[in-house]
């Protein structure tokens, strides 16, 4: 366990804070009030980026300060999973900054699993339109009719057909759908009914425009459509792509699924704790500001304490996941499950509870749109079920620490 | 101790709950949806009550379930604080539906505001129609530049001019804001600044419409506008009205505040519990619904012992504030701060709590508009801030228990 | 529901509270520390109840507040389980107190088995000196071997020899075991093994001094003897005891527990609750009384946060419990059995919290035996496994409320 | 961060838990069992040392595992802070393992203090026995009659007389008091009132058998003598020390005490870590082996969750008391004061948390002598207050978060 910043990270987080400090943080509420104003109800078809961010985008890709979350040194920067993990956690201090550094879900597990998995001709087509921020895309996994925690339960379908496969089902929460650039799903479903449960799922490309694919609506998560990003609804009856469309190959879903796994899960979560440092930072600013009683409010009762447990929470978090993301980098993802699966459990969590205590202490304030702290509220609460809910994963965490006793 | 439900009360909840049954639960997800498609974003001056609810206000009022908070046997149905809870609880089970029966806050507490302290003239030309559901109004209190949960920061303020007072300063959070009927608020202010601390404000009536009373905003409560009610920022500058809108004179605003809490905290508690009671069916239902891991998912992992400790929590918070109830009639409202408080406290993070867990259990569809429990969620959370943040009412718990032993 | 103390109750609560601080109050310390010193170890065939425990009982009983417990007009008091309850709560702030009343566990569980299900010679020889205080008795449920929340793992057996009947077993957590009254234990056992679950055990009675009865140890609870009580192990080896010695017969056992179950059930956390409040007092009074940063502790930090919030715990959960009682008492055990579980999860749970408050706040006195408050919290944790784990009780909880939905 | 263990850290991780798993486990029920047996109450003047840990001392001396929390490379092993964290946690699995290795509290406290801040005559006459585990030693701080965790507060003197000190003072929670080895203690009294509060106090060697200084009494944790060690308290009344028996000097306490302060915190955490994870592996063990129901009862209800939760507080406990360790050995004490402060908050709340799991799990068992679990609940109880309560070190989290701010 060396979590030890390397000189090459250390110089990525000076600028990454840098170029957030002087270009994003002086207009970070105005963005967030305008991104308001410009996308102010569900009609996703005229959300639109705002253009602060278009800009912004320009500016860190000439800075180089683009695809960071890549490994490869060619395409990304060329850093483990734990050089990245501090960066995520700077992004992760405003909603939108991921974006920015084309280090935004679901995007970077599209661009992995292309990166890892896919062949030359869909590397050309999507993964090299991605990578330059050009165009957005979507994964298409969860599914409204089934409890989908359990994989087992998917009924969506994908099956040959000459040289096309077919596509059907229904997907809900799917991150990104209603962003103005995105332009295609990564889609898991049924391929190989009879194969074991790891070799029955295939994913597939499909373009936003195909015919049969509708997007019924985008989904409001605690009243917030998280717009221009939005998590969408999409229904597939009878979609047909070109066989070069399947990643890997019929089958194959699972294997895919796994890969993309271990990396995303460290970003989410680190994303996660700036959010919640963030929110920390509001709420000391807040305390040490309003007075009432006589005394800043960080003074009376229990306030004090509260913030006191927010750090050692926070700090335990950003252990847990730095620790994971070193494991994942020597280890590899199979042998850092229980962290894998840990982290998931335990940082959005903290976050919760660290968002709600802001709040609090902002009163009326932190409820409503004068500080991001009801989207953050919003945000951390939808990550305790995106990527399947903290029960499943604490399933995982039990069952491998019974196997230790079991083995014996 | 007694909360025996008299012949009475047993009667009006049959009949409450008939008239849910049979006309609202009907078209409760209609309605929910309706209102959403109705008032899509902030723009207040557009919202509308949706028609169902208007007709069903006219059958409630018909049938004779109107007014059934108002203890006067003659302008309400003369039922207790006690004998009204149970009735509040039904009406918590959906959002709208305390309108219907004209027993909404914050319309309740105006108008046992103007029923105890209102002159004849005022009675006549606010109360009456507030009685009869034709006109909404505001109470405008917690103000955005101060800590207000202590009272002496207040910056509005209401000076004596001639035959008018002259009204100044800026409120928020005053709910019902944007309610398409809302006509006037009862607006709290410094007016007597050399007095005692409870002798130095007044309360007055300000029409909507008056010159120098401007509607900036209405705030959203995690991304909810709430709409049609609204939770608004109101400023007013200059506001002359007369001075027979004063409402027992100037320096009597603490009195009048007083008066106003007790009950209020009930019904607010007594509809906390039944949104809560609606939260856990609907989780319970899902849970018997939904499968995964061939079992359906109330049996999974500690599912079970959550429905179990929601069960606990919300008799213990029911019983609470019945007893809180019981005392208010029985002993009044001074011998029972310690329990007005602590119903402030525990009612609405217990609810907090089921309401979580039953999100949790729905996955994505608990989060969506496809079940009222984000709305539900948003609402219990603004709970403990609106009336003072929880904190205040654990400090008033914490006095009374200490001086137990410091007067012995 | 209907809580409130009839004038029979108000005056018996009267008289026991003038009790406790008239003859007992004055020498709680005292007492605490000699019966430490008289039993300091586990040898428990030395251990002796303090003198002025049997003065307390000749006095009580002289007074006519003795078996209170005990519905029964004649034997007992004729109170209803609700007119009990606020007395035991009164007896439960000192752990020796309830002897003093003979209102103790497992007597009075033992006395209203042989009062409700006993025949005439059985209620001659055990339940008269039992009712007299002039011996106690122990309750052999619990096992060592096996789960015994699980009833279907019960392995002691009970099983007929002609006049006679065998018993076999081992019993643990057997309280009352090393008083020096002791004089039988009720055994439970397999006694029918083909029959349905609700048929298949038996209740017998069995002298302590039975040959092949052997008492192995008494066990700590937290280190704690509970001394001259004790909580013992017996192993019971071909044990013959007269057929006559069964309770109602074989195969009746399940019919007696449940019996035995409701009011016990009351009477525990009523006790529970005063241990609580005791411990609430003994915090308030400490945190005023010691100073550290120029101010009562009390007044730092979240201390103050901590002392509403047991004050707020402690009163939902008396009533619940009164709420429990006063079902019991008007709709039976049965149809009171969520609210029976209910009790056995929420109030040693709440206990267990405000004791460990309240020894925070002692410091290290808290620890030790300076204060009662170290007894108090072995005693309510151990509450949470006695009698069942709480997750038990949960269990029975969860699948009353599923029923509610599955039936519809 | 660079948590990684060195080749020669991990070879001593093998040694000690080879050494444990040859010679200590086989008799560690034994050793429990009998520890009790000899030491059956509070005479502590009868307290032995039970032969098989004399015996383990000779044999780890022998075989290098000795004073391995020194960092002198003669005197000890010359392992840092973060390099003994690991040993500490495996020593920390049973309570009496500490002292096999000359690692137990508070004498390594007291031999750091004496290495860095003795004199030689001090280091010949105290250190050298102490370092060859011939003595114990114990720490005088805590203070019966004042709230001690404000130093402001401690009533103690030590007061110069010609060539003497002469000592004045009640001391209480004093560790090792009752070791039959126990030959002085480190005693911190008022001496320089005049002086501003980190110059106000002083250090002296007391000799146990002074004249004028008696053990009043062992004090019991939870019911729990911990002997042979034992909790004590002392009263010191005009005891005469040679002035040479002063650490550093008149004024010098307060310095002396944060210099003990950092790997002290470190090695308590870690220690309890262990006890944390052995209380953990019991409880999988049991879950795993009892059934009820037709399960493992770590199947039923949350139980599995449950352990899934304890593995997640246990990592984090043990990441955030690494980064501690390494942030003592690299920045120093000082600039890792959060880090010392939040250990000592997160570490004994989670073991209690993970120790009453272990409990619930075990049933009746859990709270007995047959499993060292309640011995466990006493001691990390106990870690909740020692060294300052939890409260006290939320402060100053608290104030150095402010801090950040208020600079800005």
């Known amino acids: 366990m060396n979590f030890e910043h390397s000189q090459k990270t250390q110089d990525y987080i000076s600028r990454v804070k840098a170029f957030m400090r002087e270009h994003v ?9 305008e991104m308001q104003e410009m996308n102010p109800d569900g009609n996703w078809r005229n959300w639109k980026l705002h253009p602060l961010l278009t800009e912004f985008k320009q500016q860190a890709k ?25 960066l995520a956690e700077e992004m992760g201090r ?24 896919g062949n030359e001709q869909q590397k050309q087509q999507w993964l090299t339109p991605l990578l330059a921020g050009e165009i957005r895309s979507v994964f298409g996994m969860t599914e409204p009719d089934v409890a989908s925690s359990d994989a087992t339960n998917m009924q969506a379908t994908i099956e040959e057909d000459g040289d096309h496969v077919v596509v059907n089902g229904k997907k809900w929460w799917s991150t990104g759908l209603g962003h103005p650039n995105a332009k ?34 985008m989904l409001t998560a605690y009243g917030d459509y998280d717009a221009p990003y939005g998590h969408g609804e999409m229904h597939l009856s009878n979609v047909r792509v070109p066989k070069e469309n399947l990643i890997m190959g019929m089958g194959k879903g699972f294997a895919i699924a796994q890969g993309r796994l271990g990396p995303g899960r460290i970003h989410h979560c680190m994303r996660t704790i700036g959010l919640a440092e ?21 003074k009376l ?6 913030i006191a447990q927010a750090r050692i929470a926070i700090d335990q978090a950003r252990l847990l996941t730095l620790n994971a993301a070193w494991k994942i980098d020597n280890v590899g993802v199979k042998a850092a499950m229980t962290e894998i699966s840990a982290i998931k459990v335990a940082v959005p969590r903290m976050a919760q509870d660290v968002v709600d205590m802001a709040i609090q202490i902002h009163g009326g304030a932190g409820m409503c749109e004068d500080f991001p702290l009801a ?12 990527d399947g809910p903290d029960e499943v994963h604490m399933g995982m965490v039990t069952r491998l620490e019974m196997k230790k006793y079991m083995s014996r």
Chains 1, 2, 3, 4 share one sequence.
Request: aromatic share 10%.
């Open 184 to 217: 295609f799903t990564i889609f898991m479903g049924l391929s190989n009914p009879g194969n074991d449960r790891h070799n029955r799922h295939a994913m597939v490309i499909v373009p936003l425009d195909s015919e049969g694919l509708e997007i019924k609506r």
């Open 278 to 298: 963030k929110a920390l930072e509001l709420a000391i600013h807040r305390g040490l500001q309003r007075e009432a009683f006589g005394k800043p409010i960080i």
């Open 301 to 306: 009762g229990g306030n004090g304490e509260r």
């Open 25 to 33: 943080e002086p207009v970070e509420g105005l963005i967030y009030r």
């Open 375 to 386: 989207h953050f509220a919003a945000g951390v609460r939808a990550l305790r079920l995106a």
């Open 62 to 86: 000439s800075e180089g300060l683009w695809n960071l979350f890549l490994p490869d040194a060619e395409l990304g920067k060329g850093l483990t999973t734990l050089e990245y993990a501090p």
């Open 94 to 117: 405003m909603l939108f900054a991921p974006e920015i550094f084309n280090c935004n879900a679901p995007d970077t597990g599209n661009m992995e699993v292309l990166y890892h998995f």
